[in-house]
DNA sequence: GCGTCGATGGCA
DNA sequence: GCCATCGACGCG
């Protein structure tokens, strides 16, 4: 018999299209929570289910780096959706991005938590841990996740129980400080700060 | 389980 | 002089 389970596993994943990040950030972050991200390096490759997102909205949005204006650190999220935005932040850990919206609005989604999957051990909870376990770095800024190297893909058989909250780290964004532009999978153990309002 | 703190470097 | 963090430490 077909369990759902066999079907699931010949079902072949979709890499996730232009399209699906050329929408608003806020959705994007939504929409991102189940999905898998994928770093393929020397012929072998991990991944790992995102369960933990936050949305920078735009320029007018104060937590967002583009709010301090267009620099060239911040560049490439005035460009095309699907490309990733790598900052260095506090001297130490690099930080994953993704690049949402339309040229010319500087809207990202950050990459903050993920759960590995087939078997790899690491601890990828928390936006400085992930991009360490990926072994993403600033090398990585403004490369495009629709090609082969990082990549998404979609999973239709997961569908998790997303919770908002406000982001992680940034009240000093006066009145964006507490905006409900967190998500996440309220059933994962992955997520950082799972109790955080 | 909590608060505090040092590491560390790019950026405005 | 800030920071979209992390982990170690001290407390009790």
């Known amino acids: ?14 890499k996730l299209p232009r399209a699906f990040f050329a929408r608003e950030a806020e959705q994007l972050a939504h929409d991102l929570i189940g999905t898998i991200l994928v770093h393929r390096i020397d012929g072998k490759q991990v991944s790992g289910r ?10 007018h949005d104060l937590a967002c780096h583009a709010a301090k204006g267009r620099t060239a650190r911040t560049e490439v999220m005035f460009g095309r959706a699907g ?14 991005n993704i690049v949402s919206g339309h040229p010319e609005v500087a809207q990202a989604v ?8 087939d078997g790899w051990q690491a601890n990828l ?5 992930l991009a ?6 600033r090398r990585h800024n403004g490369l495009d996740l629709t090609g082969g190297e990082i990549f998404l893909l979609e999973d239709p058989s997961y569908v998790p129980r997303i919770v908002r909250t ?13 905006a409900p532009l967190r998500f996440i999978d309220a059933d994962s153990g992955a997520v950082s700060r799972p109790r955080f309002r």
Request: charged residues 25%.
């Open 1 to 14: 018999m077909p369990s759902d389970l066999q079907s699931r596993r010949t079902t072949k994943l979709r």
């Open 83 to 96: 490309h990733a935005y790598v900052y260095l932040c506090y001297g130490i850990h690099d930080m994953l």
């Open 110 to 117: 950050l990459v903050r938590a993920a759960e590995p999957l």
């Open 166 to 178: 406000r982001r992680i780290g940034v009240d000093y964004a006066k009145e964006w400080k507490d």
């Open 125 to 129: 909870s928390g936006p400085g841990n």
């Open 50 to 59: 995102i369960v933990e997102t936050e949305a920078y909205v735009g320029a």
């Open 132 to 137: 360490k376990g990926f072994g993403i770095t």
